[in-house]
């Protein structure tokens, strides 16, 4: 079984930076890709950022190209989101997601809120 426990949430100001985090704790040897997903209120979740630890390859949403940069600490078993310049439309609940590619199950956190205000 797998925990993933996201921090770092908050609210801040359009312009603004944050920093999220994701611990990951369990069975996290399996554990690729890992990222993060968002869920505004009213709108469907969608895909921010992914990350494939053997290469480090990446993947981000067209929106947040640029201004967010996912990476990952294996020796702390985090991932994070570096968020810079946020804009209003950022404002979302944000999830860690995190697949088992050997027992093929997808594991979720319970989310942070990120607001950003005008």
């Known amino acids: 079984q797998v925990q993933l426990v996201e921090s770092g949430g908050g609210l801040v100001q359009a312009g603004g930076s944050l920093r999220l985090s994701c611990a990951a704790s369990g069975s996290i040897f399996s554990l690729n890709p890992m990222g993060w997903y968002r869920q505004a209120p009213g709108q469907q979740r969608e895909l921010v950022a992914t990350?494939?630890?053997?290469?480090?390859?990446?993947n981000y949403a067209d929106s947040v190209k640029g201004r967010f940069t996912i990476s990952r600490d294996n020796v702390k078993n985090t991932v994070y989101l570096e968020m810079n310049n946020l804009k209003p439309e950022d404002t979302a609940d944000y999830y860690c997601?995190?697949?088992?590619?050997?027992?093929?199950?997808?594991?979720w956190g319970k989310g942070t809120l990120v607001t950003v205000s005008s």
């Open positions: 990350l494939i630890t053997n290469g480090g390859n990446t």
């Open positions: 997601y995190a697949r088992d590619f050997r027992r093929r199950i997808n594991y």
